[in-house]
C-alpha cells in the first residue's frame, strides 16, 4: 500500500516560511523503505535523552497516523522526567527485556536509527543485532561522522537536535499536517532538551519558526520546560549543590573546570538517573572557563561528560582520551579506570588544551 500519497491539501500545508533542508532524492529513498515496511522498530542511543526519547516517540506516532506499526527499543532506563514524554512509557526497555528486545529486531522488516551516528551507541548487545540485521535502516541524525552501517542516511550534524532534523523529515515527507498535539510535544522536548532550553546551539533563527509551528500544534513549551528543566528531586538538589560546593576545581587561567562524584556520594544522595543532568554546564558560567568536565563513578567505568562554549573542541578530547566523542560543544565517554586517574588525566591536559585550543 503506497500511503504516502498524500492528498494535496496536506502537502500544502508545509509551513512555507521553513526551508527544505533533505533533497528529494533522500526523501524518495526514505519514502520508499516506509512504504515497504510493516514491523518497524525504532532504535535510540545509550542513556536516551530528551532528544533521543522525543525523536522516537514522534516518529513512532507518526507512523501509527500512516497506518504503520512501530516498537521503539531503548537501550536503558528512562529518567523520571523523559517517562512524561507521550508515548515514551510504552518503549521496550532492552535492559529489561533482552530477549524481547532481540526478537523485536530479529522480526523487523525496517530499523529507524534516531539520534545517533554508529550502532556501538546503543550498547554492545544491541549494536551487535543492528549490525547482524538484514533489515534495511534509515538513519537520521545530527551527530558527525555517521558510520556506513544504514541503507538510508540523513545525517545533518548542523541541525541543533534529531527532533529539529525530523519536523523536516515530516514535513519533506508531506507529512506536516499529521503532526499532532503529541508528536509536537515530543519534537519541542527534544529540540529545547538539546539546546538547553535554547541557552547553545541555538543562534538558527529558523528553530524558533518551527518552535511556533509546534506551539500552534498544541504543544506546551512553557510546561515542557518546567518539567525538563525545572522538575528535581529534593536529594538531587542536594547531590547537584553538594557537588559544586565540595567537588568542583577550576582553573580561570587555562580556561578550564572539572567536577567529580564518587559512587559513594552519589549513593548517599540516593542517585537516580538524569539527577546531574545540566550539572556539567554550571562551571561554564564562571567568567574564563571555557570547557568543563562531569566525571562520575560508575560500577566499572567512569561516565565522562564535557561541555564547552565557542569552538574548544570537547569532542576530540573526549575522542583521544575518554574513549567517547560528540559534538563539538557537548561530549562525552567512558573511561576504563578509576575516579582519582580520569581526573588526573584531565588535569595533565589541562596546558595542552590551552596551548592547543585557546587563543
Ligand atoms: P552527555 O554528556 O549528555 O552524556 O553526552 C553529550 C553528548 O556526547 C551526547 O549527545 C553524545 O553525542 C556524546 N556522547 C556521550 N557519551 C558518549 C560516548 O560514550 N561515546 C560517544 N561516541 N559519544 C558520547
Ligand atoms: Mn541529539
Excluded at 498524500?6 to 512555507?16: A, D, E, I, Q, T
Excluded at 510504552?90 to 550502532?119: G, K, M, S, W
Excluded at 561522522?145 to 523536516?168: G, N, Q, R, W
Aim: glycine fraction near 6%.
Amino acid at each position: 500500500m503506497r500511503f504516502f500519497l498524500l492528498p494535496l491539501h496536506l502537502v500544502s500545508k508545509y509551513p512555507n516560511v521553513i526551508s527544505q533542508l533533505i533533497d528529494k532524492r533522500t526523501l524518495d529513498a526514505a519514502r520508499t523503505l516506509l512504504d515497504d515496511s510493516e514491523r518497524i522498530v525504532i532504535l535510540t542511543h545509550m542513556s536516551p535523552d530528551g532528544d533521543a526519547i522525543g525523536s522516537s516517540t514522534a516518529m513512532q506516532r507518526m507512523l501509527m497516523s500512516v497506518g504503520k506499526e512501530a516498537r521503539i527499543i531503548i537501550p536503558d532506563m528512562l529518567p523520571a522526567q523523559l517517562r512524561r514524554v507521550p508515548g515514551a512509557k510504552e518503549a521496550v526497555d532492552a535492559t529489561r527485556y533482552p530477549d524481547f528486545a532481540a526478537q523485536l529486531i530479529a522480526d523487523a522488516d525496517l530499523i529507524i536509527c534516531l539520534d545517533f551516528n554508529e550502532p556501538g551507541r546503543t550498547g554492545n548487545r544491541l549494536g551487535a543485532l543492528i549490525t547482524t540485521s538484514e533489515a534495511p535502516k534509515l538513519l537520521i541524525d545530527h551527530h558527525l561522522h555517521p558510520a556506513d552501517f544504514a541503507s538510508v542516511v540523513i545525517s545533518h550534524p548542523e541541525m541543533s537536535s534529531t527532533c529539529y532534523l525530523l519536523f523536516k523529515v515530516f514535513c519533506g515527507l508531506g507529512l506536516f499536517g499529521n503532526i499532532d498535539t503529541k508528536m509536537a510535544e515530543s519534537l519541542l522536548t527534544g529540540m529545547m532538551t538539546d539546546t538547553g532550553n535554547f541557552s547553545y546551539n541555538a543562534a538558527d533563527p529558523e528553530i524558533y519558526l518551527v518552535v511556533a509551528e509546534l506551539m500552534r500544534k498544541g504543544a506546551d513549551k512553557d510546561r515542557i520546560y518546567r518539567e525538563q528543566f525545572e522538575t528535581h528531586s529534593l536529594d538531587s538538589m542536594r547531590l547537584n549543590a553538594y557537588a559544586i560546593s565540595e567537588h568542583m576545581e577550576v582553573w580561570p587561567a587555562d580556561g578550564a573546570a572539572l567536577i567529580t562524584l564518587s559512587r559513594e556520594e552519589l549513593n548517599r544522595f540516593h542517585y537516580a538517573k538524569g539527577d546531574t543532568e545540566g550539572l556539567v554546564n554550571r562551571p561554564l558560567a564562571i567568567p574564563g572557563v571555557v570547557y568543563s568536565a562531569f566525571l562520575r563513578e560508575e560500577d566499572d567505568f567512569v561516565k565522562v561528560s564535557m561541555r564547552s562554549v565557542g569552538d574548544f573542541p570537547v569532542n576530540v578530547l573526549c575522542k583521544e582520551y575518554f574513549g567517547g566523542g560528540g559534538h563539538l560543544n557537548a561530549a562525552g565517554g567512558e573511561f576504563k579506570g578509576t575516579l582519582a586517574e580520569a581526573a588526573e588525566k584531565f588535569r595533565s591536559l589541562l596546558t595542552t588544551n590551552k596551548e592547543k585550543y585557546i587563543k
